[in-house]
């Protein structure tokens, strides 16, 4: 006789590394404060920590900011060669990156977020992320000021 594992569907996965896991509000503070790289990076990494149900989602903001913002480079860059952009109409279609970046930052630490309570309703403990914090802004930074990219890949990780 078999018997079924009860499960809740929106229960974390276990993981080795829940000791190193954070309330994602300090992801989403290091990709307004670091950049989409680093936040995006402790997102991922964070993500595997708390045993998210929801991997395939997460990995898809994940993708579509990286993408979204290599996209609206493109057809900024596109529309200011072709005339259809001109002047402070480039500065301020360029906003359109950071509505990419935050948003979908947004949704990740909203996604995040349901893992993070269950783990901490349950007994589990979050690390504080401010010495992260600290430490993307300050190192993460200047890293990626220092390292030359190539001009899409820098907008979509800046």
């Known amino acids: 006789m078999a018997?079924?594992?009860?499960?809740?569907?929106?229960?974390?996965?276990?993981?080795?590394?829940?000791?190193?896991a954070v309330d994602p509000l300090w992801p989403l503070m290091a990709l307004m404060l670091a950049g989409n790289g680093i936040g995006l990076l402790w997102f991922a990494f964070n993500m595997r920590a708390l045993g998210s149900p929801a991997v395939l989602r997460e990995s898809g903001y994940i993708v579509a900011s990286l993408a979204g913002c290599v996209m609206a480079v493109l057809v900024i860059a596109g529309a200011a060669d072709y005339g259809y952009l001109q002047g402070s109409a480039v500065k301020y279609a360029a906003l359109a990156l950071p509505a990419i970046k935050l948003s979908l930052g947004y949704a990740l630490y909203l996604s995040q977020s349901r893992s993070a309570e269950i783990v901490t309703h349950y007994g589990g403990v979050l690390r504080n992320g401010a010495v992260g914090l600290l430490v993307c802004f300050l190192?993460?930074?200047?890293?990626?000021?220092?390292?030359?990219?190539?001009?899409?890949?820098?907008?979509?990780?800046?």
């Open 3 to 20: 018997f079924a594992r009860y499960r809740i569907p929106d229960e974390p996965h276990p993981t080795g590394l829940i000791r190193y």
């Open 139 to 158: 190192i993460g930074r200047t890293l990626f000021a220092e390292v030359e990219l190539p001009g899409l890949l820098a907008a979509a990780l800046r």
